[in-house]
Nanobody
């Protein structure tokens, strides 16, 4: 059983920063790709960034050079450092674990609101 618990969301002004954390339980975490997705009402859930077990990262074009994904395998935790936040970054952010390229696990999400 894999459980994911996100934290770190909240209200931030445009141009500000936030760090999201996702603590994962389960022995498969170290072998899995982890990532962050986001969703706004009425739209599909979109990938923000992913990181493989070996540390290879991929970012959505909209967040390149502003967001940084990282993971601590010893703590089974993935982070998303967000900087230069824009109102369009407002969304519910979900932590994801992809095991064996086919099995997805999701957290319950954490709301990020970028507004003055």
């Amino acid at each position: 059983q894999v459980q994911l618990v996100e934290s770190g969301g909240g209200l931030v002004q445009p141009g500000g920063s936030l760090r999201l954390s996702c603590a994962a339980s389960g022995s498969i975490i170290r072998l899995s790709t982890m990532g962050w997705y986001r969703q706004v009402p009425g739209k599909e859930r979109d990938v923000v960034a992913t990181i493989t077990s070996g540390g290879t990262t991929v970012y959505a074009d909209s967040v390149k050079d502003r967001f940084t994904i990282s993971r601590d395998n010893a703590k089974n935790t993935v982070y998303l450092q967000m900087a230069s936040l824009k109102p369009e970054d407002t969304a519910v952010y979900y932590c994801n674990v992809l095991f064996s390229g086919a099995i997805n696990y999701w957290g319950k999400g954490t709301l990020v609101t970028v507004s003055s």
